[in-house]
Structure formats: structure tokens, C-alpha cells
């Protein structure tokens, strides 16, 4: 049997122990917000691959995760500075025993032991590809360019082209 929790701070909304949640809110005009027949909402995959929605609170609509929801009603705040974990490293597993409070390095952590961690290419915020980190490389090892000249030709810093020259960022590549 699915066990539903109210979620603290979103009244008529609720969690489930299986990562679901519904709303008990009435959709369009009307007295309060109960409604006699609760609606399972469905998330979507927001950009960091997370299940989120839009819940409403005090008449202001909120971007949430499903975990965080989750956590909430069944563990309860989360304490400044920590975040929370999917313990298998599956970040759509949202049942309460997937769930754990850490810190970013453990986060970190977690996502390199499960494989999941962006890192050179598949980082959302790399600017080079794999292969422009080679040719970066290569072209500083003949010698015939400064990191200045072989940055302007990527579009990046100085700085960068030093740490890939020497193995600080982009350490994964050959």
C-alpha cells in the first residue's frame, strides 16, 4: 500500500514512499483548495536530469524536485549546507530509502563511484570537445605556439590552455 505524507511548506500537496507526488488543490475558480479526488502530477526531466514541477505556494508557482518533496515529507528539513544524495545513483529513484543528506564533496563522490559524473565533453559546461583538448596539447608540444595564441584559436583563456597543457583540467584524456 502507498503511504502519502503531507509535504511541509506546499499545503495540498502530498509525497508518496514510492517518489510520486499529487495535489489536492482544485484546478480553476473556487472556495479553498481541497478537492475530493487527488491528482498524481507528473513531472518532467528538468536540464541536470532530475524529475521536477511546478507546485504552487501562497499563489506563487515553484520549481521543485520530486526528491526534495520527497525528502521533506518523510525526513524533513534539510539543513543549510547539505544536499541531498540518491544513494544508488539513479537520480529519478526518489523513494525515501534512496535518499540521504551529505555534502557536495560526498554528492561528488557518490556520482564518480555510480559513473554518473560529468566530466571533460559531457560536462554542461565544458567549452572545448574532447578532441580540442588533444589538439590543444598537441599543438603546445611542438612548440610553434604560445598558450595565448593556442587559447584565442579555441576561444578560451590563457589560463585554461595552461591547465590542460599540464594535466590540471581535462586529466581524464590521454
Not at 27 to 38: D, E, I, L, Q, T
Not at 45 to 54: I, K, M, N, P, T
Not at 73 to 81: E, H, M, Q, T
Request: hydrophobic content about 35%.
Amino acid at each position: 500500500m502507498e503511504e502519502w505524507r503531507s509535504i511541509p511548506g506546499f499545503g495540498g500537496y502530498e509525497a508518496s514512499d514510492r517518489g510520486r507526488i499529487r495535489s489536492w488543490r482544485k484546478a480553476g475558480p473556487g472556495v479553498g483548495y481541497r478537492s475530493n479526488h487527488p491528482k498524481v502530477l507528473k513531472p518532467k526531466v528538468d536540464r541536470y536530469g532530475y524529475f521536477a514541477l511546478s507546485l504552487s505556494r501562497e499563489g506563487v508557482r515553484v520549481s521543485c524536485t520530486v526528491h526534495r518533496l520527497v525528502y521533506l515529507a518523510f525526513k524533513g528539513l534539510i539543513p543549510d549546507g547539505l544536499v541531498i544524495r540518491h544513494l544508488d545513483g539513479d537520480q529519478t529513484h526518489n523513494v525515501p530509502g534512496n535518499l540521504s543528506l551529505g555534502t557536495v564533496k560526498d554528492n561528488k563522490a557518490d556520482s564518480i563511484k555510480h559513473g554518473t559524473h560529468a566530466k571533460g565533453e559531457t560536462s554542461g559546461l565544458a567549452k572545448l570537445s574532447d578532441a580540442q583538448v588533444r589538439e590543444i596539447r598537441r599543438l603546445w608540444a611542438t612548440g610553434d605556439y604560445t598558450q595565448t595564441e593556442i587559447g584565442k584559436r579555441f576561444g578560451v583563456v590563457q589560463q585554461l590552455v595552461s591547465q590542460i597543457v599540464h594535466r590540471q583540467a581535462w586529466a581524464h584524456l590521454d
